[in-house]
């Protein structure tokens, strides 16, 4: 008996700027009740419009006073990444070092209340 081979087409799909912004939208009160989720948005190639199929999706949060725990950061990373399928790197606004944080922030996109 021999086995075929089949050829397949992988079509890849990488994720916009603007889905991202709009999901992120679209669950920031969820993400704000469950993970005291202040403000979300994205920054390095996605907010660029520079992605490539290898890129992670670079994240920075600010959370609500109460809610900086460790919990919430590693919850919110974890739903991140199996929502969107794709590495995330979380960077915390306050945690930025000051040398990086002018060019973080120039670059950032926020997600607003949908």
Do not use: C
């Amino acid at each position: 008996m021999r086995i075929s081979s089949i050829k397949k087409t992988v079509v890849i799909n990488l994720l916009s700027q603007q889905e991202i912004l709009n999901e992120m939208s679209r669950n920031l009160d969820i993400w704000k009740g469950k993970y005291g989720v202040k403000r979300i948005g994205l920054f390095g190639s996605y907010s660029r419009g520079e992605q490539k199929e290898s890129s992670d999706i670079d994240v920075l949060v600010e959370f609500m006073d109460h809610a900086m725990t460790f919990d919430n950061y590693m919850d919110l990373k974890f739903n991140l990444e199996d929502h969107f399928q794709k590495p995330v790197d979380l960077v915390i606004l306050d945690d930025i070092k000051p040398a990086l944080k002018p060019s973080i922030l120039r670059s950032a996109k926020y997600a607003e209340r949908a």
